[in-house]
C-alpha cells in the first residue's frame, strides 16, 4: 500500500527566504504526482502536476521535481511571500491496482512571517 | 475556467436526517470523487466513480452512499447523519492519468 509522508509538519520562514517542502513515497510505480495548497476552511487548489515520465515542473516562483527511484519529490519556493502562508499538500496517483485514487500526504503548514 | 462546484458552502443538520450533497464539474471528467478532511487524520476517500452509474468504495464508505446519474454531476448521501460525520466534505473530478481538480468544499455540522 502506498504512503506518502511529508515534512516537516510544520515551517516558519521569514520573507524573502527560498524554501524547499518535502514529499516521500513508498512506492515508485506512479502515474503522477500533484502538488496543492490548501488555505484555511477552503478547498485545494492545484499548483503543479508532475507525470511520472518528468523530472520537474515549474509554474512562477514554484518549482516542483520528480525522482522516482528515490521515492522523493520536493517543492521548492523561491522568494517566499506572506500570501504564500498555506498547507501544501503532495498526492500521488498509484500505477498499481486502480490508478484513479490518490494517496495523500498530510501536508506541510507553512507561515511566511512579514 | 473550468471549474468543480459543491451545492452549499456550509451546512447545518440534525442526528438523523438524510444529507445530499451535490458536486458538478463542467470539463467532462470521466472520474469523480468524494472524501472528507478531519484535522489529524488527513483526506480520506469516501467513493469514487470511474463512468455514470459505476461506483466504487474508498477507505471509509460506511454511513454514506453516492449517486452518479449524469456525467457531471456526483452527489453524496447520508441515509441517516451522526455527529461523527460533521467534517469538511471535497468533492473532485478527474481525467484518467491527468490531475485532479477540487471544490470548494462544504463544511458540515450535524447536531
Known amino acids: 500500500k502506498q504512503e506518502v509522508t511529508q515534512i516537516p509538519a510544520a515551517l516558519s520562514v521569514p520573507e524573502g527566504e527560498n524554501l524547499v517542502l518535502n514529499c516521500s513515497f513508498t512506492?515508485?510505480?506512479?502515474?503522477?504526482l500533484q502538488w496543492f495548497r490548501q488555505d484555511p476552511g477552503k478547498g485545494l487548489t492545484s499548483l503543479l502536476l508532475i507525470q511520472s515520465s518528468q523530472r520537474e515542473q515549474t509554474s512562477g516562483r514554484l518549482n516542483a521535481s520528480l525522482d522516482k527511484s528515490s521515492g522523493r519529490s520536493t517543492l521548492y519556493i523561491a522568494a517566499s511571500q506572506p500570501g504564500d502562508s498555506a498547507t501544501y499538500l503532495c498526492a500521488v496517483r498509484g500505477g498499481r491496482g486502480s490508478a484513479r485514487q490518490l494517496t495523500f500526504g498530510s501536508g506541510t503548514q507553512l507561515t511566511v512571517l512579514p | 475556467d473550468v471549474k468543480v462546484t459543491q451545492s452549499s458552502r456550509y451546512l447545518v443538520k440534525r442526528t438523523g436526517e438524510k444529507v445530499f450533497l451535490e458536486c458538478v464539474q463542467d470539463?467532462?471528467?470521466?472520474?469523480m470523487f468524494w472524501y472528507r478532511q478531519d484535522p489529524g487524520l488527513g483526506l480520506r476517500l469516501i467513493y469514487f466513480s470511474y463512468d455514470v452509474k459505476m461506483k466504487e468504495k474508498g477507505d471509509i464508505p460506511e454511513g454514506y452512499s453516492v449517486s452518479r446519474e449524469k456525467k457531471e454531476r456526483f452527489s453524496l448521501i447520508l441515509e441517516s447523519a451522526s455527529t461523527n460525520q460533521t467534517s469538511m466534505y471535497l468533492c473532485a473530478s478527474s481525467l484518467f492519468g491527468t490531475g485532479i481538480v477540487f471544490g470548494p468544499g462544504t463544511r458540515l455540522t450535524v447536531l
Open positions: 512506492d515508485s510505480a506512479i502515474y503522477n
Open positions: 470539463m467532462d471528467h470521466e472520474n
